[in-house]
């Protein structure tokens, strides 16, 4: 994961990240407790699990992407 934080209006900072990660287990981003980025497995269950985790060609199926920019509270 790679938080990215705009503070060119310094009244309204955003941020976005870009992600990359396996199916499983669930993620969440937080930027200044406003969540930025959030991932749910569709499923929890050892037969998801297994094929998400042990997937070829390189051992799991990646979730990739840039998540939107999100307004987030000054600190």
């Keep these: 994961m790679n938080v990215v934080v705009n503070e060119s209006n310094p ?3 955003q941020a976005s ?3 990359n990660h396996t199916c499983y287990p669930a993620h969440i981003v ?3 407790g406003t969540t930025v980025y959030s991932y749910l497995p569709p499923y ?3 037969a ?3 094929n998400c985790l ?3 060609p ?3 199926t990646k979730v990739t992407g840039v998540s939107s920019a999100v307004t987030v509270p000054v600190q």
Excluded: C, S, T
């Design 30 to 32: 937080k930027v200044n």
């Design 58 to 60: 390189f051992f799991g």
């Design 54 to 56: 042990l997937q070829a």
């Design 17 to 19: 990240v870009n992600y």
């Design 44 to 46: 929890n269950n050892i």
């Design 11 to 13: 009244a309204a900072p």
């Design 48 to 50: 998801y699990l297994a």
